[in-house]
Protein backbone atom coordinates (compact mmCIF):
# COMPACT_ATOMS: atom_id res chain seq x y z
CA UNK A 1 0.00 0.00 0.00
CA UNK A 2 2.86 2.21 0.56
CA UNK A 3 4.36 1.25 -2.71
CA UNK A 4 1.16 2.50 -4.34
CA UNK A 5 0.80 5.65 -2.56
CA UNK A 6 4.01 6.66 -3.34
CA UNK A 7 3.22 5.76 -6.81
CA UNK A 8 -0.09 7.75 -6.29
CA UNK A 9 1.77 10.87 -5.00
CA UNK A 10 4.60 10.58 -7.97
CA UNK A 11 2.19 10.11 -10.55
CA UNK A 12 3.76 12.77 -12.76
CA UNK A 13 6.94 11.05 -12.65
CA UNK A 14 5.36 7.78 -13.28
CA UNK A 15 4.07 8.91 -16.05
CA UNK A 16 6.99 10.60 -17.66
CA UNK A 17 8.97 7.46 -17.69
CA UNK A 18 5.65 5.97 -18.88
CA UNK A 19 5.24 7.59 -22.08
CA UNK A 20 9.16 7.53 -22.81
CA UNK A 21 9.13 4.01 -22.48
CA UNK A 22 6.16 3.99 -24.85
CA UNK A 23 7.65 6.24 -27.18
CA UNK A 24 10.58 3.61 -27.56
CA UNK A 25 8.69 0.54 -27.93
CA UNK A 26 6.33 1.87 -30.96
CA UNK A 27 7.73 5.99 -32.19
CA UNK A 28 5.38 5.63 -35.17
CA UNK A 29 2.64 6.47 -32.97
CA UNK A 30 3.27 9.74 -31.85
CA UNK A 31 6.17 11.09 -34.43
CA UNK A 32 5.02 13.78 -37.17
CA UNK A 33 2.74 12.01 -39.20
CA UNK A 34 1.81 8.89 -36.51
CA UNK A 35 -1.78 7.55 -35.87
CA UNK A 36 -1.83 10.84 -33.26
CA UNK A 37 -1.28 13.12 -35.59
CA UNK A 38 1.38 15.68 -33.64
CA UNK A 39 1.57 17.61 -36.03
CA UNK A 40 -1.75 18.81 -35.26
CA UNK A 41 -2.98 17.84 -32.02
CA UNK A 42 -0.05 18.53 -30.25
CA UNK A 43 1.34 21.21 -32.27
CA UNK A 44 -1.79 23.16 -32.45
CA UNK A 45 -4.31 21.55 -29.82
CA UNK A 46 -2.00 20.96 -26.85
CA UNK A 47 -0.50 23.95 -26.73
CA UNK A 48 -3.47 26.35 -27.49
CA UNK A 49 -5.20 24.06 -24.23
CA UNK A 50 -2.33 24.94 -22.26
CA UNK A 51 -2.41 28.42 -22.99
CA UNK A 52 -6.79 28.39 -22.54
CA UNK A 53 -6.03 26.88 -19.60
CA UNK A 54 -3.56 29.63 -18.51
CA UNK A 55 -6.26 32.05 -19.14
CA UNK A 56 -9.03 30.73 -17.39
CA UNK A 57 -6.84 30.07 -14.24
CA UNK A 58 -5.02 33.20 -14.24
CA UNK A 59 -6.12 36.81 -12.34
CA UNK A 60 -6.27 39.73 -14.90
CA UNK A 61 -4.76 41.43 -12.06
CA UNK A 62 -1.65 38.98 -12.09
CA UNK A 63 -1.42 39.51 -15.77
CA UNK A 64 -1.02 43.03 -15.57
CA UNK A 65 1.45 43.03 -13.01
CA UNK A 66 3.63 40.07 -14.75
CA UNK A 67 4.02 42.85 -17.74
CA UNK A 68 5.29 45.44 -15.23
CA UNK A 69 8.35 43.09 -14.25
CA UNK A 70 10.46 44.66 -16.39
CA UNK A 71 13.68 43.65 -14.45
CA UNK A 72 12.47 39.85 -14.45
CA UNK A 73 12.15 40.04 -18.27
CA UNK A 74 15.81 41.52 -19.03
CA UNK A 75 17.34 39.31 -16.63
CA UNK A 76 15.25 36.30 -18.60
CA UNK A 77 15.69 37.54 -22.09
CA UNK A 78 19.63 38.84 -21.34
CA UNK A 79 20.40 35.27 -20.01
CA UNK A 80 18.95 32.81 -22.63
CA UNK A 81 20.10 34.99 -25.49
CA UNK A 82 23.01 36.64 -24.98
CA UNK A 83 24.72 34.83 -21.85
CA UNK A 84 23.93 31.10 -23.02
CA UNK A 85 25.38 31.68 -26.70
CA UNK A 86 28.33 33.08 -25.48
CA UNK A 87 28.79 30.23 -22.98
CA UNK A 88 28.24 27.10 -25.58
CA UNK A 89 31.15 29.67 -27.65
CA UNK A 90 33.18 28.28 -24.66
CA UNK A 91 32.76 24.79 -25.15
CA UNK A 92 32.62 24.45 -28.54
CA UNK A 93 35.89 25.85 -28.51
CA UNK A 94 36.86 23.11 -25.96
CA UNK A 95 34.85 20.33 -28.06
CA UNK A 96 37.12 22.06 -31.39
CA UNK A 97 40.40 21.71 -29.72
CA UNK A 98 40.38 18.07 -28.48
CA UNK A 99 37.96 16.91 -31.33
CA UNK A 100 35.68 15.60 -28.83
CA UNK A 101 32.45 16.02 -31.04
CA UNK A 102 32.29 16.05 -35.21
CA UNK A 103 32.06 19.29 -36.46
CA UNK A 104 28.44 19.26 -37.48
CA UNK A 105 27.72 18.42 -33.67
CA UNK A 106 30.03 21.11 -32.96
CA UNK A 107 27.27 23.59 -35.24
CA UNK A 108 24.05 22.19 -33.81
CA UNK A 109 25.33 22.94 -29.76
CA UNK A 110 26.21 26.42 -31.32
CA UNK A 111 22.15 26.68 -32.85
CA UNK A 112 20.62 25.05 -29.96
CA UNK A 113 22.48 27.75 -27.56
CA UNK A 114 20.79 30.31 -30.41
CA UNK A 115 17.03 29.65 -29.67
CA UNK A 116 14.61 31.46 -27.75
CA UNK A 117 12.76 29.66 -25.23
CA UNK A 118 9.70 27.22 -25.78
CA UNK A 119 5.80 28.86 -25.40
CA UNK A 120 4.55 25.36 -24.09
CA UNK A 121 7.47 23.48 -21.70
CA UNK A 122 8.60 26.20 -19.80
CA UNK A 123 5.07 27.64 -18.68
CA UNK A 124 3.44 24.35 -17.83
CA UNK A 125 6.74 23.32 -15.58
CA UNK A 126 6.53 26.80 -14.24
CA UNK A 127 2.66 26.39 -12.89
CA UNK A 128 3.63 22.74 -11.72
CA UNK A 129 6.44 23.97 -9.93
CA UNK A 130 4.18 27.29 -8.33
CA UNK A 131 6.17 29.45 -10.17
CA UNK A 132 5.24 32.62 -11.65
CA UNK A 133 3.27 32.04 -14.07
CA UNK A 134 2.02 35.04 -15.83
CA UNK A 135 5.40 35.96 -15.85
CA UNK A 136 6.66 32.99 -17.84
CA UNK A 137 3.58 33.10 -20.58
CA UNK A 138 4.68 36.83 -21.03
CA UNK A 139 8.36 36.22 -21.54
CA UNK A 140 7.75 32.40 -23.44
CA UNK A 141 5.31 34.54 -26.03
CA UNK A 142 7.94 37.74 -25.41
CA UNK A 143 11.04 35.26 -26.61
CA UNK A 144 9.55 33.71 -29.46
CA UNK A 145 8.90 36.35 -31.25
CA UNK A 146 12.13 38.04 -30.56
CA UNK A 147 13.91 34.76 -31.51
CA UNK A 148 12.51 35.30 -34.88
CA UNK A 149 14.42 38.52 -35.55
CA UNK A 150 17.74 37.75 -32.67
CA UNK A 151 18.33 33.81 -33.44
CA UNK A 152 19.07 34.58 -37.25
CA UNK A 153 21.24 37.30 -36.08
CA UNK A 154 23.45 35.06 -33.16
CA UNK A 155 23.57 32.17 -35.45
CA UNK A 156 25.34 34.78 -38.60
CA UNK A 157 27.25 35.82 -35.77
CA UNK A 158 28.55 32.65 -34.48
CA UNK A 159 28.56 30.27 -37.77
CA UNK A 160 28.58 33.16 -40.40
CA UNK A 161 25.46 31.59 -42.28
CA UNK A 162 21.81 33.35 -42.50
CA UNK A 163 18.50 32.87 -43.73
CA UNK A 164 15.33 34.24 -44.44
CA UNK A 165 12.53 33.12 -41.29
CA UNK A 166 9.36 33.03 -42.16
CA UNK A 167 8.18 35.31 -40.03
CA UNK A 168 4.57 35.67 -41.29
CA UNK A 169 3.86 32.41 -40.71
CA UNK A 170 5.89 32.32 -37.05
CA UNK A 171 3.77 35.26 -36.10
CA UNK A 172 0.55 33.99 -36.93
CA UNK A 173 1.34 30.79 -35.29
CA UNK A 174 2.06 32.04 -31.79
CA UNK A 175 -0.64 34.72 -31.94
CA UNK A 176 -3.23 31.20 -32.89
CA UNK A 177 -1.62 28.96 -30.09
CA UNK A 178 -0.47 31.70 -27.53
CA UNK A 179 -2.42 35.03 -27.46
CA UNK A 180 -5.75 34.35 -28.68
CA UNK A 181 -6.60 31.04 -26.50
CA UNK A 182 -5.25 33.53 -23.59
CA UNK A 183 -7.49 36.33 -24.77
CA UNK A 184 -10.78 33.52 -24.90
CA UNK A 185 -9.59 32.37 -21.47
CA UNK A 186 -9.80 35.62 -20.13
CA UNK A 187 -12.99 36.86 -21.62
CA UNK A 188 -14.48 33.39 -20.07
CA UNK A 189 -13.14 33.80 -16.57
CA UNK A 190 -15.91 36.19 -15.16
CA UNK A 191 -18.53 34.48 -16.64
CA UNK A 192 -17.26 30.91 -14.84
CA UNK A 193 -15.28 32.21 -12.15
CA UNK A 194 -17.35 29.78 -9.39
CA UNK A 195 -17.46 26.80 -11.73
CA UNK A 196 -13.52 27.29 -12.69
CA UNK A 197 -12.05 27.77 -9.06
CA UNK A 198 -14.20 24.90 -7.78
CA UNK A 199 -12.31 22.27 -10.56
CA UNK A 200 -8.90 24.32 -10.03
CA UNK A 201 -7.34 20.86 -9.26
CA UNK A 202 -8.89 19.21 -12.07
CA UNK A 203 -7.92 22.38 -14.68
CA UNK A 204 -4.02 21.75 -13.08
CA UNK A 205 -4.04 17.57 -13.48
CA UNK A 206 -5.64 18.11 -17.72
CA UNK A 207 -2.75 20.83 -17.97
CA UNK A 208 0.16 18.10 -16.69
CA UNK A 209 -1.27 15.34 -19.22
CA UNK A 210 -1.37 17.64 -21.54
CA UNK A 211 2.51 18.07 -20.91
CA UNK A 212 3.25 14.67 -20.94
CA UNK A 213 1.90 14.29 -24.35
CA UNK A 214 4.31 16.79 -25.63
CA UNK A 215 6.76 14.53 -24.02
CA UNK A 216 5.58 11.52 -25.60
CA UNK A 217 5.82 13.30 -29.04
CA UNK A 218 8.90 14.99 -28.40
CA UNK A 219 10.33 11.33 -27.69
CA UNK A 220 8.87 9.84 -30.71
CA UNK A 221 10.57 12.28 -33.22
CA UNK A 222 13.72 11.47 -31.58
CA UNK A 223 13.21 7.89 -31.69
CA UNK A 224 11.95 7.63 -34.91
CA UNK A 225 14.64 9.69 -36.45
CA UNK A 226 16.06 7.05 -39.08
CA UNK A 227 18.76 9.70 -40.91
CA UNK A 228 20.50 9.73 -37.65
CA UNK A 229 23.70 7.58 -37.99
CA UNK A 230 26.46 8.55 -35.44
CA UNK A 231 28.68 6.12 -33.08
CA UNK A 232 27.05 4.80 -30.24
CA UNK A 233 29.73 6.27 -27.68
CA UNK A 234 29.30 10.04 -29.43
CA UNK A 235 25.56 9.82 -29.66
CA UNK A 236 26.25 9.40 -25.77
CA UNK A 237 28.70 11.77 -25.36
CA UNK A 238 26.21 14.27 -26.48
CA UNK A 239 23.37 13.57 -24.24
CA UNK A 240 25.74 13.48 -21.13
CA UNK A 241 27.35 17.46 -22.12
CA UNK A 242 23.50 18.40 -23.02
CA UNK A 243 22.32 17.20 -19.22
CA UNK A 244 25.86 18.26 -18.17
CA UNK A 245 25.05 21.65 -19.90
CA UNK A 246 21.33 22.18 -18.44
CA UNK A 247 22.39 21.54 -14.97
CA UNK A 248 25.01 24.05 -15.23
CA UNK A 249 22.11 26.92 -16.46
CA UNK A 250 19.61 25.87 -14.00
CA UNK A 251 22.67 26.33 -11.53
CA UNK A 252 23.45 29.47 -12.70
CA UNK A 253 20.35 30.53 -12.58
CA UNK A 254 19.19 29.47 -9.17
CA UNK A 255 22.39 31.01 -8.11
CA UNK A 256 22.36 34.25 -9.30
CA UNK A 257 18.58 35.22 -9.10
CA UNK A 258 18.48 34.91 -5.27
CA UNK A 259 21.05 37.82 -5.18
CA UNK A 260 19.70 40.45 -2.99
CA UNK A 261 20.87 43.20 -6.12
CA UNK A 262 17.79 41.22 -7.89
CA UNK A 263 15.27 41.20 -5.13
CA UNK A 264 13.59 38.26 -7.21
CA UNK A 265 10.52 36.46 -5.64
CA UNK A 266 10.74 32.83 -5.01
CA UNK A 267 7.83 32.00 -7.90
CA UNK A 268 10.26 34.63 -9.69
CA UNK A 269 13.44 32.29 -9.39
CA UNK A 270 11.24 29.58 -10.54
CA UNK A 271 10.03 31.47 -13.87
CA UNK A 272 13.73 32.22 -14.25
CA UNK A 273 15.02 28.58 -14.14
CA UNK A 274 12.43 27.14 -16.97
CA UNK A 275 12.36 30.57 -18.96
CA UNK A 276 16.33 31.42 -19.18
CA UNK A 277 17.20 27.73 -19.92
CA UNK A 278 14.51 26.14 -22.08
CA UNK A 279 15.16 26.23 -25.85
CA UNK A 280 12.59 25.77 -28.85
CA UNK A 281 12.33 22.92 -31.05
CA UNK A 282 9.17 24.57 -32.84
CA UNK A 283 11.38 27.36 -33.81
CA UNK A 284 14.74 25.64 -34.41
CA UNK A 285 13.82 22.77 -36.81
CA UNK A 286 12.30 24.91 -39.72
CA UNK A 287 15.21 27.64 -38.72
CA UNK A 288 17.77 24.37 -39.27
CA UNK A 289 15.53 23.28 -42.09
CA UNK A 290 16.14 27.14 -44.05
CA UNK A 291 19.93 27.23 -42.93
CA UNK A 292 21.15 23.75 -43.85
CA UNK A 293 18.99 23.30 -47.28
CA UNK A 294 20.39 20.45 -49.11
CA UNK A 295 23.15 20.22 -46.58
CA UNK A 296 24.16 16.62 -46.39
CA UNK A 297 24.89 17.04 -42.50
CA UNK A 298 21.46 18.50 -41.55
CA UNK A 299 20.21 15.23 -39.57
CA UNK A 300 24.24 15.28 -37.77
CA UNK A 301 23.15 18.98 -36.84
CA UNK A 302 19.50 18.61 -35.80
CA UNK A 303 21.43 16.08 -33.20
CA UNK A 304 21.92 18.42 -30.11
CA UNK A 305 18.51 20.22 -30.80
CA UNK A 306 16.61 16.89 -30.89
CA UNK A 307 18.42 15.99 -27.69
CA UNK A 308 18.54 19.14 -25.65
CA UNK A 309 14.51 19.83 -25.77
CA UNK A 310 13.04 16.36 -24.45
CA UNK A 311 16.00 16.34 -22.24
CA UNK A 312 15.05 20.01 -20.67
CA UNK A 313 11.41 18.71 -20.20
CA UNK A 314 12.95 15.72 -18.33
CA UNK A 315 15.06 17.37 -16.10
CA UNK A 316 12.46 20.10 -15.55
CA UNK A 317 9.98 17.26 -14.47
CA UNK A 318 12.28 15.93 -12.20
CA UNK A 319 13.19 19.11 -11.06
CA UNK A 320 9.40 20.34 -10.13
CA UNK A 321 8.59 18.91 -6.99
CA UNK A 322 11.49 20.09 -4.82
CA UNK A 323 11.42 23.71 -6.38
CA UNK A 324 7.73 23.51 -5.02
CA UNK A 325 8.43 21.89 -1.63
CA UNK A 326 11.04 24.84 -1.72
CA UNK A 327 8.87 27.27 -2.68
CA UNK A 328 6.40 26.31 -0.04
CA UNK A 329 9.25 25.91 2.98
CA UNK A 330 12.31 27.64 3.51
CA UNK A 331 13.59 24.92 4.97
CA UNK A 332 13.68 22.40 1.89
CA UNK A 333 17.40 22.19 0.29
CA UNK A 334 17.05 22.18 -2.98
CA UNK A 335 19.09 19.19 -4.83
CA UNK A 336 21.04 21.00 -7.00
Same mark, same amino acid.
Given at each position: MMILASLIKHWFIVGLVLVILLAKLEPSIGCKGGLIKPEFTVKYIAVSFIFLNSGLSLKTEELKHAVTQVHLHTFIQTFTMIFIPFLMQFFTIVMTNHNLFSDALVRGFVIVSCMPPPVSSAVILTKTASGNEPAAIFNSALGSFLGIFVSPMLILISLGLSGDVPFGKVFIQLFGTVLLPIIVGQYIRPFALSWIEARKQLFSKAATCTLLLIIYSAFCDTFS? &? #???????????? !? =? =? #??? =??? +?????? =? #?? $??????????? &?????????????? #?????? +?? /? !??????? +?? !??????????? $?? /??????LSGHLKQWQQKTEVPLPL
Open positions: N &D #TITIPRQELMGV !L =F =F #TIA =FQS +LLLYLV =F #TA $TQSSWFRFTKP &DVICAMYCSTHKSL #TLGIPM +LK /I !LYSGDAT +LS !LITIPLLMYHP $TQ /IVLGSI
